[in-house]
């Protein structure tokens, strides 16, 4: 994949955005590992906005640029299943295979993880006791409980994000398809950005402050919508007469957002007293979040400007190694929390932290790459034979 610049084809990849994927994957694995040893770990969950506004802009350029192909539907969704599904179902098949060995008990709220409705688990059945974003008390065994000491857990809580990106792509492409017209597909997108911080905050005198301390604005589609269609937003102003001014709104975009979101976390907490609880925390939910997004999209559109420096630092190649397999990474990165931290303890009681770090952070990617090479690329190659649908970068 090569940057575009003047006369490079519309099909050519923009190379920044995996390293742009690299980073967003590295900040959510410093949230699950070290959120509460230092405040900057602590704002890692907004890696998963950079996903969410980067899977708006990418989607929405390939549903725009292949809605007067035929068999657009079909080559959409097998495209997307032969990325999506695999791994996320072989961890599911693995589960199940397990679940008898590992001593776990099943209940119905665990149906909703496998059709993509795990994001609500935990709101739906705010009264059955344990986590639904994780398996609590996995012994497999007087064995190897008896090696950790204690039943330990396997979270999958971080499903939750791949949920709401497979709901918008059930959702998106119909629009798309059917209204077609750019302009009115920027006025749906405008209007999800506008209102979103407006239903949040209506939702935020209603609902109850149970849900709201879980996380519910954070973990829904439709509060969400913001983050997934200013990316949506992006790519089809870029498509359009817009485009140089959209470019050129880049690094102001990126100066007034950091600066609005330092401002109001400055009020909330300072001012206000308001308490920060991350992206529980209420003064985020309402208006934090579109401002975090509108610098995810400053973000992109500084990585796709031929020249930047942010575009050729995040095309270092060993960001753009685990940017192209940062899905896996994703998946794998929490999955056995309790494994590596038991592990890092063993190995170097004085530095548990930073060795529980050295090994998950080691053992994800050893296994993100494995899985990537046997399991995730051979299936992708399948793509091609529906090739009518593949990300198209506007020309410069």
Request: hydrophobic share 50%; net charge positive.
């Amino acid at each position: 994949m090569t940057l575009t610049s003047p006369g490079v084809p519309k099909s050519a990849y923009y190379v920044a955005l995996d390293g742009l994927r690299a980073v967003a994957v590295i900040m959510v694995f410093f949230q699950h590992y070290g959120a509460g040893r230092a405040f900057l770990f602590g704002w890692g969950w907004t890696g998963v906005d950079i996903f969410f506004v980067l899977s708006g802009f990418l989607i929405t350029g390939i549903l725009y640029d292949s809605q007067h192909k035929g068999h657009r539907y079909r080559d959409f969704y097998v495209r997307r299943t032969l990325r999506i599904f695999p791994l996320y179902y072989f961890i599911w098949a693995i589960v199940l295979l397990v679940a008898r060995l590992a001593h776990w008990q099943w209940n119905w709220r665990w149906a909703l993880w496998p059709v993509y409705l795990g994001n609500y688990a935990r709101f739906f059945f705010l009264h059955v006791p344990g986590d639904p974003y994780r398996f609590d008390k996995l012994t497999f065994g007087a064995p190897v409980s008896s090696w950790f000491g204690y039943p330990f857990h396997l979270y999958i809580g971080h499903f939750w994000s791949l949920c709401v990106e497979e709901q918008f792509y059930l959702i998106w492409p119909l629009i798309v398809y059917q209204v077609r017209r750019r302009e009115t597909l920027i006025k749906i997108c405008l209007a999800a950005v506008i209102f979103s911080p407006i239903l949040r905050g209506i939702l935020s005198v209603t609902l109850s402050p149970q849900l709201l301390r879980m996380e519910l604005f954070y973990r829904s589609l439709p509060t969400r919508l913001d983050a997934l269609l200013i990316g949506g937003l992006v790519a089809l102003s870029l498509r359009g007469p817009e485009e140089a001014m959209v470019r050129r709104l880049s690094r102001p975009l990126l100066l007034i957002s950091a600066a609005l979101f330092v401002a109001l976390y400055l009020i909330a907490t300072k001012a206000l007293a308001l308490p920060l609880d991350g992206s529980a925390s209420n003064w985020i939910g309402v208006f934090g979040f579109t401002i975090i997004d509108v610098f995810a999209a400053a973000l992109i559109l500084e990585c796709i400007h031929p020249g930047s420096a942010l575009g050729a630092a995040l095309s270092w190649r060993p960001l753009r190694a685990l940017g192209i397999i940062s899905y896996g990474f994703y998946v794998y990165h929490d999955l056995l929390h309790d494994v590596y931290s038991e592990l890092a303890h063993r190995v170097s009681t004085e530095h548990p932290f930073a060795m529980t770090l050295l090994v998950a952070f080691t053992a994800t990617l050893l296994i993100a790459a494995l899985s990537y090479r046997f399991l995730e690329r051979p299936l992708l190659k399948l793509k091609d034979r529906f090739a009518g649908q593949v990300h198209r970068a506007p020309t410069v």
